[in-house]
């Protein structure tokens, strides 16, 4: 066989169909297989599931594409009324693919909301539990910091570990404030309750800053999700909605013609006799 052989039209149209077919097959097992373990009840793994989706609507296209380009390149000119399988599956594909993406458009729209509610709960309680924390952590301070300026031995024996600990020049800072704190504590009880105040509150604010960073982005991010999924699978669905109704409207408004024609010639042979 020549190698010139393999690039003749029926070759062509042979490799067109078979790419075409392995493209909507491929894409329909994965399809199947992003669908296991399912979980429909859950609005954030719909979402997920719909975005998937979605992200590979274009390869059904194509393949439906260049199936049909290889249908054309071996059309038959004799064979024009005959049915043809291919064709005919891939135009149910089409419509069934129209009906899916065209449902899918308002039902993430209304999975995205509520993922969108409930990460927003979870951020929320994150705050609140890391609050309770900071002020727990606070108050055993505190209350240790109490103990220890209320025992003299101990403060006595904390001031001699502190000037016996031999620390880099990045961290006498911190140590020079410890021993600033505890003399103003010391000559002044009220002190340490200004210095949990101040703690307290510069912490708060940290979590606030944190909480709404978080919120911030999380809305941002699903809302671009959001409009991006919705219209392009309403595009999805008016794409594979046209292109079944081009195939199966289409051929049964070509058949009518067709069959008008035939019926109108016999008629017009009879007026011309």
């Known amino acids: 066989m020549k190698t010139s052989s393999l690039f003749t039209q029926p070759y062509n149209a042979l490799i067109l169909k078979a790419v075409g077919v392995v493209l909507i097959i491929g894409t329909l097992l994965d399809y199947l297989v992003m669908l296991v373990p399912p979980n ?3 609005s954030t793994w719909l979402a997920a599931l719909i975005k998937e989706y979605v992200s590979r609507g274009t390869v059904p296209l194509l393949g439906i594409a260049v199936l049909f380009l290889g249908v054309w390149l071996d059309r038959d000119p004799d064979a024009v009324g005959t049915d043809r399988p291919l064709p005919t599956a891939a135009f149910l594909l089409s419509a ?9 458009a308002p039902l993430y729209f209304n999975s995205s909301r509520l993922t969108s509610a409930a990460q927003t709960r979870q951020i929320n309680e994150q705050a609140a539990q890391a609050q309770r924390q900071l002020n727990s952590l606070i108050d055993q301070q505190q209350q240790r910091v109490s103990s220890i300026i209320s025992n003299k031995t ?6 001699q570990q502190l000037d016996s600990l031999e620390l880099p020049a990045d961290q006498q ?5 410890i021993k600033t704190t505890l003399e103003q504590v010391k000559s002044d ?7 949990a105040a101040k703690a307290r509150t510069e912490g708060l604010q940290q979590i606030e800053t944190r909480q709404k960073e978080a ?8 809302k671009r999700d959001r409009i991006y999924t919705t219209l392009a699978s309403l595009l999805f669905a008016a794409g594979y909605a046209a292109i079944a109704w081009t195939g199966l409207g289409g051929a049964q ?10 019926t109108l ?4 042979a009879k007026k011309q006799r």
């Open 189 to 195: 009880p009220k002190a340490l309750e200004q210095e």
């Open 215 to 222: 919120l911030t982005q999380l809305q941002s991010g699903l």
């Open 96 to 104: 069934l693919l129209g009906l899916l993406f065209l449902v899918m």
């Open 40 to 42: 429909f009840l859950d």
């Open 253 to 262: 408004t070509g058949t009518v013609r067709k069959r008008k024609a035939k």
């Open 154 to 159: 101990q403060l006595a024996q904390l001031e």
């Open 265 to 268: 010639k016999p008629n017009r």
């Open 173 to 177: 800072a911190q140590l020079q404030q």
